[in-house]
Nanobody, 118 residues
């Protein structure tokens, strides 16, 4: 049973910073992509940032230069440092693990709310 537990969300003013953490537990393939997705009210879930076991990262254009993803493979934890936050960053943020297997598997956290006030 794989569990992903997110922490670090909350309310912040525009221009501020937050750091999200996601700790994974359970057994899953060691080579994987860990990342963050978000879903704003009335919108579809979208990719924010991902990072492979080897450290290759990918960002949505809307967060490039403001957000930084990192991970600690030994701790099975992924982080998202969010700087220069904007009201449009307001959403529920979900942690994801995507395994590099055939077939692949996706695991999701329960989501954590981030609110950015103007």
């Amino acid at each position: 049973q794989v569990q992903l537990v997110e922490s670090g969300g909350g309310l912040v003013q525009a221009g501020g910073s937050l750091r999200l953490s996601c700790a994974a537990s359970g057994s899953f393939f060691r080579f994987n992509t860990m990342g963050w997705y978000r879903q704003a009210l009335g919108k579809q879930r979208e990719l924010v940032a991902t990072m492979t076991t080897g450290g290759i990262s990918n960002y949505a254009d809307s967060v490039k230069g403001r957000f930084t993803i990192s991970r600690d493979n030994a701790k099975l934890t992924v982080y998202l440092q969010m700087n220069s936050l904007k009201p449009e960053d307001t959403a529920v943020y979900y942690c994801n693990v995507h395994t590099s297997t055939l077939p692949s598997y996706d695991y999701w956290g329960q989501g954590i709310q981030v609110n950015v006030s103007s």
